[in-house]
C-alpha cells in the first residue's frame, strides 16, 4: 500500500501535493493511494486529489496548529493501521520537518530531495540530488518501510483519475510543548521553491533602487523573484530570495539570471532549472556556461527590451 | 556538526562512481552548523552554561572539530562512525545527549553535501522533544525558547518548552571567526573520542553520478533582446 502526506495549506493542496499524488499512484501497480491530512480541505479539494491518482483520503481531526511532533504521532498510527509501506512526501518545509520525524517513528529508511520514481526490480532504489546540485546519487532503502520526500517541480503532474472515498478519524495525540504565536505570509508573492518561472538578480543591478523593472518583469511572467547571495548579504534583499548552495535549491521550469556571474555555489542552487537564461555584460561570465540561453548586455538596457517585448 | 567539502569544491567521485572523490578537496565545518554553533555560543554567553559540538566522523574530522573549539564551543564529541546515513548519524547522537543530558540541540537546517535535512526531525523523534526546523531567530528567555522560522511564502513565530532540537537557517545569526586566542585555547580543550552504537544501516549510496553538462548557449543579439521572449514564447513554449 502506498500512501502521501497531503499538507493542507489556508485548506488547499498544492501542486506539490499534487505531485506526491502521482509519483504514488505510478508505484501503486494496480492498489490504491491513501492520502493522509490534518484538518479539513475546503470544498472540492477532496475530488481535486482524485484526478491526481488518491483513492483514499484519510482526514485526521486537527486540535492545534502545526507541530511536527503532535503531526507526525497522528500520522504514525494511521499510516501504521492502514499497512502503508511506501509513504511520499513533499519536500516542502512542512513536509521537511515532518518527513525525517516520520521516518524515525514508522521504522523507516528514508530518503529526501529525490527527484525521480524508483527503481523497484532489485530492491527499492531512488535517485536524489546531493552537493547542492552537483552530484545526484542512487540510494537503495533497506528498511520494509519507506518514507521519500520528493523536490517539488520533480514530476510532470498529468491526470490520473479514480474515486475517492473520504474517511474522517480522531486526533490521538497529546497537546504539544510548541505554540505557533504568529505568521507572516509575503501577501501576492509566489514562494521561491513552489515558483514555475524565476527571475532572479545579481551585484549588476547596483543597488536595491533598481529592482523595480526585475519586480516588473517577475510580474508580467508570473514568475517568482530571487537574488544572489552578495545581494541578500548586502540587504538588497531579503535573504529568503537567496539561490545557491548556501540558499534555497530551486528547480524552477525557466530560470532567468540578470547581473550575476554565475560562481559555483550560485549555480548549485539553480543548475537544475529546465531552461537557463543568463544576461551579463561580462561574455566571460561563467553563467553562459551553464545556460541555455544568454544576452551578452547591460541589464539597464537588456531588462526594459525584454518588458517592453512580454508587454507586446 | 557534519564535516564537509568547502562550497568551491568541483564535485568528482571515484571507484566506479561509488565514492565521493575526496583528494585535493578542503574540508570546513558545514556552513549551517557553523551558524548553529554560533548560536549556541551566543546563548551561553547571554545566559550561562556549556556549549558541546558533538561530529559523528572518523579521525579525519578533528581538525575541523578543532576549529570548532577554537570559534568557542567548550568541549567536543567525536563519535568514531562513518556517517553513512542521516539515521544512523541520529542514532549516535541520541546516545551521546542521552548520557551528556544536553538542555538544548541545534542543527543546521541541512548539511551541504548530501542536503538530507533529516538530522533534526530525526534526532528529536528518538528523543521525543519538540522539533522546529529552519529557524531563523532563536532565543531563551523565561525558561522557553523562542523562535522564528521560514515557511512556504513566510515566517513563523514559535515558542517551545525546553529541551528542544532546533534546526538553523541563514540570516540566524553571523558566523564568528577564530582568533589567535580562540586557537589556543581550542589545543586544549577536551575532544572526547566515542565509540559507536553501530546500529544497522537502512539506507545504502551504492552510485553516483554528475549533471549532464549543458549543450553550447544559444547567444542573442542585445540589440535585438525582445527576441528572447519571443522563442521562450514560441519556440520553447514556457512563457504564455
Not at chain 2, 564535516?3 to 568541483?10: F, H, I, L, M
Given at each position: 500500500m502506498i500512501g502521501i502526506y497531503a499538507e493542507l495549506?489556508?485548506?488547499?493542496?498544492?501542486?506539490a501535493i499534487?505531485?506526491s499524488g502521482?509519483y504514488a499512484?505510478?508505484?501503486?501497480?494496480?492498489?490504491?493511494v491513501t492520502a493522509f491530512c490534518v484538518g479539513?480541505?475546503?470544498?472540492?479539494?477532496?475530488?481535486?486529489?482524485?484526478?491526481?491518482?488518491?483513492?483514499?483520503?484519510v482526514q485526521i481531526?486537527k486540535?492545534q496548529d502545526f507541530d511536527a511532533q503532535n503531526y507526525t504521532k497522528n500520522l504514525a498510527h494511521y499510516i501504521t493501521s492502514k499497512g502503508i509501506k511506501t509513504l511520499v512526501v513533499a519536500n516542502t518545509y512542512e513536509g521537511k520537518s515532518l518527513s525525517s520525524r516520520l521516518s524515525m517513528a514508522l521504522n523507516a529508511s528514508l530518503a529526501t530531495n529525490v527527484?525521480?520514481?524508483?527503481?523497484?526490480?532489485?530492491?527499492f532504489?531512488v535517485?536524489r540530488?546531493?552537493?547542492?546540485?552537483?552530484?545526484?546519487?542512487?540510494v537503495?532503502l533497506l528498511n520494509e518501510i519507506k518514507v521519500v520526500a520528493i523536490t517539488?517541480?520533480?514530476?510532470?503532474?498529468?491526470?490520473?483519475?479514480?474515486?475517492?472515498?473520504?474517511?474522517?478519524v480522531?486526533n490521538i495525540a497529546e497537546?504539544s510543548?510548541t505554540?505557533?504565536?504568529?505568521?507572516?505570509?509575503?501577501?501576492?508573492?509566489?514562494?521561491?521553491?513552489?515558483?514555475?518561472?524565476?527571475?532572479?538578480?545579481?551585484?549588476?543591478?547596483?543597488?536595491?533602487?533598481?529592482?523595480?523593472?526585475?519586480?516588473?518583469?517577475?510580474?508580467?511572467?508570473?514568475?517568482?523573484?530571487?537574488?544572489?547571495?552578495?545581494?541578500?548579504?548586502?540587504?538588497?534583499?531579503?535573504?529568503?530570495?537567496?539561490?545557491?548552495?548556501?540558499?534555497?535549491?530551486?528547480?524552477?521550469?525557466?530560470?532567468?539570471?540578470?547581473?550575476?556571474?554565475?560562481?559555483?555555489?550560485?549555480?548549485?542552487?539553480?543548475?537544475?532549472?529546465?531552461?537557463?537564461?543568463?544576461?551579463?555584460?561580462?561574455?566571460?561570465?561563467?553563467?553562459?556556461?551553464?545556460?541555455?540561453?544568454?544576452?551578452?548586455?547591460?541589464?539597464?538596457?537588456?531588462?526594459?527590451?525584454?518588458?517592453?517585448?512580454?508587454?507586446? | 556538526?557534519?564535516?564537509?567539502?568547502?562550497?568551491?569544491?568541483?564535485?568528482?567521485?571515484?571507484?566506479?562512481?561509488?565514492?565521493?572523490?575526496?583528494?585535493?578537496?578542503?574540508?570546513?565545518?558545514?556552513?549551517?552548523?557553523?551558524?548553529?554553533?554560533?548560536?549556541?555560543?551566543?546563548?551561553?554567553?547571554?545566559?550561562?552554561?556549556?556549549?558541546?559540538?558533538?561530529?559523528?566522523?572518523?579521525?579525519?574530522?578533528?581538525?575541523?572539530?578543532?576549529?570548532?573549539?577554537?570559534?568557542?564551543?567548550?568541549?567536543?564529541?567525536?563519535?568514531?562512525?562513518?556517517?553513512?546515513d542521516g539515521v544512523l548519524v541520529a542514532q549516535?547522537?541520541s546516545?551521546?545527549?542521552?548520557?551528556?543530558?544536553?538542555?538544548?540541540?541545534?542543527t543546521?537546517?541541512e548539511?551541504?553535501?548530501?542536503?538530507g535535512g533529516q538530522v533534526c526531525g530525526l534526532l528529536a523523534e528518538l528523543l521525543q522533544w519538540p522539533s522546529v526546523n529552519v529557524?531563523?531567530?532563536?532565543?531563551?528567555?523565561?525558561?522557553?525558547?523562542?523562535?522564528?522560522?521560514?515557511?512556504?511564502?513566510?515566517?513563523?513565530?514559535?515558542?517551545?518548552?525546553?529541551?528542544?532540537v532546533?534546526s538553523?537557517?541563514?540570516?540566524?545569526?553571523?558566523?564568528?571567526?577564530?582568533?589567535?586566542?580562540?586557537?589556543?585555547?581550542?589545543?586544549?580543550?577536551?575532544?572526547?573520542?566515542?565509540?559507536?552504537?553501530?546500529?544497522?544501516?537502512t539506507s545504502?549510496?551504492?552510485?553516483?553520478?554528475?549533471?549532464?553538462?549543458?549543450?553550447?548557449?544559444?547567444?542573442?543579439?542585445?540589440?535585438?533582446?525582445?527576441?528572447?521572449?519571443?522563442?521562450?514564447?514560441?519556440?520553447?513554449?514556457?512563457?504564455?
Open positions: 495549506s489556508d485548506g488547499k493542496f498544492k501542486k499534487l505531485e502521482v499512484a505510478q508505484l501503486r501497480n494496480g492498489g490504491g479539513l480541505p475546503s470544498e472540492g479539494e477532496a475530488d481535486k486529489l482524485s484526478k491526481y491518482g488518491v483513492s483514499h483520503l481531526e486540535t527527484i525521480a520514481l524508483p527503481d523497484t526490480n532489485n530492491g532504489s535517485k540530488s546531493v552537493f547542492s546540485g552537483k552530484g545526484f546519487a542512487f537503495n517539488p517541480n520533480s514530476i510532470d503532474v498529468k491526470e490520473m483519475p479514480t474515486a475517492i472515498q473520504i474517511e474522517n480522531a497537546k510543548n505554540k505557533i504565536e504568529g505568521t507572516q505570509k509575503l501577501e501576492g508573492k509566489i514562494p521561491l521553491t513552489e515558483a514555475e518561472i524565476v527571475v532572479s538578480a545579481g551585484r549588476g543591478l547596483k543597488g536595491a533602487e533598481n529592482w523595480g523593472m526585475v519586480e516588473e518583469l517577475a510580474g508580467l511572467l508570473g514568475a517568482a523573484t530571487a537574488c544572489s547571495k552578495p545581494v541578500s548579504d548586502m540587504g538588497w534583499r531579503p535573504h529568503s530570495e537567496h539561490v545557491g548552495q548556501t540558499g534555497i535549491t530551486i528547480k524552477p521550469n525557466l530560470y532567468i539570471a540578470i547581473g550575476i556571474s554565475g560562481a559555483i555555489q550560485h549555480l548549485a542552487g539553480v543548475s537544475s532549472s529546465k531552461v537557463i537564461v543568463a544576461i551579463n555584460k561580462d561574455p566571460e561570465a561563467p553563467f553562459f556556461k551553464a545556460a541555455d540561453f544568454g544576452i551578452v548586455g547591460d541589464a539597464f538596457e537588456v531588462l526594459p527590451k525584454l518588458i517592453a517585448a512580454v508587454k507586446g | 556538526m557534519s564535516v564537509v567539502p568547502d562550497t568551491t569544491t568541483k564535485i568528482t567521485f571515484t571507484d566506479n562512481n561509488t565514492k565521493f572523490n575526496s583528494q585535493g578537496v578542503q574540508f570546513i565545518i558545514n556552513p549551517y552548523d557553523e551558524l548553529s554553533l554560533t548560536k549556541a555560543i551566543e546563548i551561553v554567553e547571554k545566559d550561562g552554561g556549556t556549549v558541546a559540538v558533538a561530529t559523528v566522523g572518523l579521525i579525519e574530522t578533528e581538525a575541523t572539530i578543532r576549529k570548532a573549539l577554537a570559534i568557542g564551543a567548550n568541549e567536543a564529541f567525536r563519535i568514531n562512525i562513518e556517517p553513512k549516535e547522537l546516545a551521546l545527549v542521552k548520557t551528556e543530558g544536553f538542555d538544548m540541540v541545534l543546521g537546517r548539511s551541504i553535501d548530501y542536503n529557524c531563523t531567530k532563536i532565543e531563551i528567555e523565561g525558561g522557553k525558547a523562542h523562535f522564528e522560522r521560514d515557511i512556504d511564502g513566510g515566517r513563523e513565530v514559535i515558542v517551545s518548552d525546553l529541551p528542544v532546533a538553523a537557517q541563514k540570516d540566524l545569526c553571523e558566523p564568528r571567526i577564530p582568533n589567535m586566542k580562540g586557537i589556543m585555547a581550542a589545543r586544549t580543550k577536551s575532544l572526547k573520542v566515542v565509540e559507536p552504537q553501530n546500529n544497522p544501516i545504502n549510496f551504492y552510485l553516483f553520478e554528475n549533471p549532464v553538462p549543458k549543450q553550447a548557449v544559444r547567444l542573442i543579439d542585445p540589440e535585438n533582446a525582445g527576441q528572447l521572449i519571443d522563442i521562450l514564447r514560441n519556440e520553447v513554449k514556457i512563457i504564455s
